[in-house]
């Protein structure tokens, strides 16, 4: 359908060699939109440019970027350009996490997981502004969390920098409202990840509790985003924006 179309699109998927950003790149190149994968393992990052391109037919360009450095995001922005000339669409879904009470937590665990998770997300935005006005508009998609409306004990730095994520959205939708891009999240709920199948491990019981809270009676998988992503990204949204969307199977609005 014309609406969701990507072809002649070019997108930035940040952390797009794996988990959800892999499922996002997967959707959006299933709508024809050529991607960047902007990672630092480039061995996952050629394998997921490989599938991409022999799946899907579209170019992809491996980038090793570090995206809490303001200079290497300006030159994955230089880069896309030069490669493609435009940049449509971004994913700043780069993340990490570090489970400890807060009483453990160290000033430099605490700036790492903010930095990535939500200082990436700014600098990034900040980068494809320019490209975005001069080709008439863009999307951004941030990847914000259930702790993005919920508190946990273990998380503290990731719970905050992903609830800054939702807000950071919302400020962008508002500025940016005049230059036809539009900035939204998702929210995504319990999806098997490397993340996440390590806190089911740390964690006992954690598996069963989510999937009792879950409607949809299972865990999600990061495919579960592809077809969010490609919404968010084609004409199909050009009329929603600042908006935190949750994929999660029901488990936000399920009452524990």
């Known amino acids: 359908m014309e609406l969701f179309d990507l072809h002649g699109k070019v997108a930035i998927v940040t952390g797009g060699n794996g988990g959800l950003g892999r499922g996002m790149a997967i959707g959006l190149a299933s709508a024809g939109a050529d991607i960047v994968i902007a990672a630092r393992n480039r061995a996952k990052t050629a394998a997921t440019a490989t599938e991409l391109r022999e799946r899907y037919g579209v170019q992809v360009l491996e980038l090793s970027v570090d995206v809490c450095e303001e200079t290497t995001v300006r030159a994955m922005v230089e880069q896309t350009l030069h490669t493609f000339g435009r940049v449509d669409i971004l994913v700043n879904n780069a993340g990490t996490n570090i489970r400890k009470p807060p009483e453990q937590l160290s000033a430099a665990e605490w700036h790492t997981i903010l930095d990535t998770n939500l200082s990436s997300a700014f600098l990034c935005s900040q980068a494809v502004y320019v490209p975005m006005v001069r080709g008439g508009g863009g999307k951004i998609i941030n990847n914000g969390s259930m702790f993005s409306l919920f508190g946990g004990s273990h998380v503290l730095a990731y719970g905050a920098s992903k609830g800054g994520v939702v807000q950071l959205t919302k400020s962008l939708a508002v500025a940016w409202a005049k230059d036809n891009i539009q900035v939204n999240a998702i929210l995504p709920g319990w999806l098997h990840t490397d993340l996440t199948n390590g806190a089911i491990q740390d964690l006992p019981g954690l598996y069963e509790r989510v999937l009792a809270r879950t409607p949809q009676g299972r865990w999600g998988q990061p495919e ?24 999660d199977g029901g488990y936000s609005v399920m009452a524990p």
């Not at 579960?224 to 994929?247: I, M, P």
């Open 224 to 247: 579960d985003l592809a077809g969010v992503a490609v919404f968010l990204a084609s004409r199909a949204s050009d009329f929603v924006t600042g908006v935190a969307l949750a994929v």
